[in-house]
Each structure stands twice: as C-alpha cells, then as structure tokens.
C-alpha cells in the first residue's frame, strides 16, 4: 500500500480484556517499530523488528504486552489483561531498514487509540 | 539515559506570523535528528539532519543543526491555519543499527486566522 496501516483505529476495552492491535507496513520496509503516545507526550519506544525477527523488545512496558510479525510484513501488538494505564495512542513505523550506520526515515502510520475503562 | 526536550510546549500565532521551535538532546553516538509533524493522524516526516549548519528547507518549513550546542530549530514562516499541529523533534541516538528514536514532548502549534 501507499502508507502504513493500522487497524483499530479507536479501541475501548474494559480492565482485564485482552486486546489485539495491527499494523501493515509498507511493502518491501524490513523494519518496523512499535510506539506508545501517552497524551500529551512525546512516542516512546516499544519493540522493533527486522523481517520476522524481533530484535528489541526492550520499551515493552510489562510481560502483558507481547508483539509478533510472523511473516515478515504485518505485525500485532497483543496486550493482555489491560489496565487503565494502558490507555494511549500506539504507533505503528516502518523504514527501509538498510542500517548501515544511516538513518533510514521512518513512516508512520494513524495509530490505534485505545481507552481502557 | 538519552533524553530531547522541545520547547515552547505549546505556541498560539496568528496568521502570518513566524516561528521557531527548540528542540534540545543529550544522548550518546549521535547520528541524526528528525522533524515531524503530527495532526489528528500520522506523524509525517519533515526534515532529516546529520550534519551542522546545513539548513534544510520545504517551502515555508526551514530546519537547521547544531550539534555543538546540541539543539536544532524548526522555523516555520507566514504560518497558516494548516500549519496548526504537533512538532515533534526526534533523535537517532546511534546505539543501535537500525535508528531507534528517543522523542522530545512535543510543541503544539495553535495558528488563529
């Protein structure tokens, strides 16, 4: 596609659901990053990935935040048993990824805002 | 710990005026320093910059570098309306290959007709 996706793009969850975010890249894009927005912030890091391999997970705030990209391209951020501190908008990004001691520019997607009650 | 701080956090204009953001770092094996802008969607990139005193421009949009002070600034001339939004500043702070940004908070931009 033209940019990065990302779906749900609004998200309500009552404390202790479990919820499932996703985010589709830009085709051909070897990395892609998860970040968390807390309102009136700056996104932090969460986890990144090179293809497949999740090569930082080091931002993920608690063991109930797992991500996965089994294939390379789309990527889910699984949250379980959310808390309200959880709420905040999470942010989908993809680059190149040609590494090499440059920065690659990374494209980000809408976000998906979760509210948790 | 690598840390960006932008200020002001917040600036109201009206139409036509000119302004300019700060954004400030300290981190390690600096690599390069980003603009983007973010309104009620995506974070669009503005301008990458790696080396100092190099100005960057996009049309009213102008960026520059100064990594002896360790800061950079956004200048944004004739503002409009369309220019209200978030800007956020971030830096690659080299640790790793792949270019994990460390953000600042964020200037929100208020521009009234």
């Known amino acids: 596609g033209a940019g990065v996706s990302q779906s749900p793009r609004y998200k309500v969850a009552k404390r202790g659901q479990d919820v499932a975010l996703r985010c589709d890249p830009i085709s051909g894009h070897v990395s892609l990053f998860w970040y968390q927005q807390a309102l009136g912030q700056g996104p932090e890091f969460l986890t990144y990935f090179q293809n497949e391999a999740q090569l930082d997970k080091s931002g993920l705030p608690s063991d109930r935040f797992f991500a996965e990209r089994p294939e390379g391209s789309v990527s889910t951020l699984k949250i379980q048993r959310t808390q309200q501190e959880d709420s905040a908008v999470y942010l989908c990004?993809?680059?190149?990824?040609?590494?090499?001691?440059?920065?690659?520019?990374?494209?980000f997607g809408p976000g998906t805002r979760l509210t948790v009650l | 710990e690598d840390k960006v701080v932008q200020s002001p956090l917040s600036l109201v204009v009206h139409e036509g005026d000119t302004v300019t953001l700060n954004c400030s770092y300290e981190?390690?094996?600096?690599?390069?320093l980003l603009w983007y802008k973010q309104e009620k969607k995506a974070p669009t990139f503005l301008f990458m910059l790696?080396?100092?005193?190099i100005e960057k421009k996009s049309g009213r949009l102008s960026s520059i570098l100064d990594k002896k002070e360790l800061f950079s600034i956004l200048n944004i001339t004739a503002t409009q309306t369309g220019d209200s939004a978030i800007y956020l500043c971030?830096?690659?702070?080299?640790?790793?290959?792949?270019?994990?940004?460390?953000f600042g908070q964020g200037t929100i931009l208020t521009v009234h007709p």
């Open positions: 971030a830096v690659d702070a080299g640790g790793t290959s792949y270019g994990k940004l460390t």
């Open positions: 790696t080396s100092s005193g």
């Open positions: 990004a993809s680059s190149l990824g040609l590494g090499r001691g440059h920065t690659d520019t990374q494209y």
């Open positions: 981190v390690t094996n600096f690599r390069s």
